[in-house]
């Protein structure tokens, strides 16, 4: 997968929805020479990582296979939040972290990787333009609030824009919950959910 890159045309429409949710005038362009658009378009960066990190449907990828390189180690793209080795029979009860920007091995005390293609559970982060508009929203609003403490400290201005992006956060589960397909008894990787009783179907027969 790319590492993400900024993508000033997309992301100039939410600083500037940041901007005027603190009672700033909107500006036509990232210009960093400002203080307002530097610190609104930092906060919406920073927060854009925040949030993905959290894990959602769009970003989660379970069983992704990493090839080892010629020395048997395995470098951790620049565009993965989280890692963690899958639960199957090849990985058994391996343990692994990042460190120095490869997989490490905790139970040999290694970084080589000599079982081939090792499958993990990755939370990646991804470039603005890819991310689920109820997602951008959140990560917006959630700026938004940030960026009024930083440059405005407005009490009442901050308490207003705290509760938009609470809004902003129930749309985005909202959204969570129809993609991920969850039920009661879970998702296991890999299978279908299971499907509880629906009334309509029975008035159906």
């Excluded at 939410?14 to 005038?25: E, R, S, T, Y």
């Excluded at 951008?136 to 700026?143: K, L, N, P, S, W």
């Excluded at 008894?185 to 029975?202: L, M, N, T, V």
């Amino acid at each position: 997968m790319p590492y993400p890159t900024t993508n000033a045309a997309q992301e100039l429409p939410a600083v500037n929805q940041i901007l005027a949710a603190c009672g700033q005038a909107p500006v036509t362009s990232l210009d960093q020479t400002n203080p307002d658009v530097a610190i609104a378009y930092d906060t919406l960066i920073e927060t854009s990582r925040e949030v993905q990190s959290e894990g959602w449907t769009f970003n989660k990828e379970a069983h992704y296979e990493f090839t080892p390189d010629v020395n048997n180690e395995i470098k951790i793209p620049n565009n993965v939040l989280q890692i963690d080795l899958s639960h199957n029979a090849n990985n058994g009860n391996k343990q692994s972290v990042r460190r120095e920007g490869k997989l490490y091995d905790k139970e040999e005390h290694t970084y080589e990787w000599t079982d081939g293609a090792v499958e993990c559970d990755v939370v990646w982060l991804f470039d603005w333009v890819d991310l689920p508009r109820p997602i951008q929203d959140y990560i917006t609003a959630r700026a938004a609030t940030k960026t009024s403490s930083r440059i405005v400290g407005d009490q009442g201005q901050y308490q207003m824009l705290q509760q938009s992006e609470a809004y902003m956060r129930a749309m985005a589960l909202e959204y969570e919950t129809q993609q991920g397909d969850y039920s009661f008894f879970g998702r296991p990787d890999g299978s279908e959910p299971y499907i509880s009783f629906e009334p309509y179907k029975a008035l159906m027969r």
